[in-house]
């Protein structure tokens, strides 16, 4: 038999170890790949929605600003076909001008500058 002493022990290194893998058990449940992901997920939803409601309020300071950014950050992104359409324009116009010199009649000489 054991003395009250290691019993007492014994029932100690019990209760530790139950400690321990409970312990364990939660690191292994907080560690897993789907906790983590889903942790990960809900932090960067609330991420996008702070940057969202920061850049909502940004506008309504300053809207001014805020459409002028917009509207360079598009014609930057459009440039190609703006300056495409910039380009057909600017042709359109030369042509209609060339057009317009050849089909416009010569003023005609009056009989007093024939002769």
């Known amino acids: 038999m054991d003395t009250p002493e ?16 409970a312990a364990a058990q939660e690191l292994q449940e907080r560690l897993s790949p789907k906790v983590l992901a889903r942790n990960t997920w809900q932090g960067a ?13 940004a506008v309504k300071a300053r809207p001014l600003a805020a459409t002028g950014v917009v509207a360079a950050i598009t014609m930057f992104l459009a ?12 042709g359109n116009v030369g042509d209609k001008r060339k057009t317009r010199k050849a089909a416009k009649p010569k003023p005609r000489q009056s009989a007093t500058e024939k002769a």
């Open 6 to 21: 290691i019993a007492a022990a014994r029932i100690e290194v019990d209760h530790r170890r139950a400690r321990v893998m």
């Open 45 to 57: 939803k609330e991420k996008g929605a702070d940057l969202a409601e920061d850049a909502v309020d």
């Open 79 to 90: 440039r190609e076909p703006l300056m495409d359409l910039a380009t057909k324009i600017a």
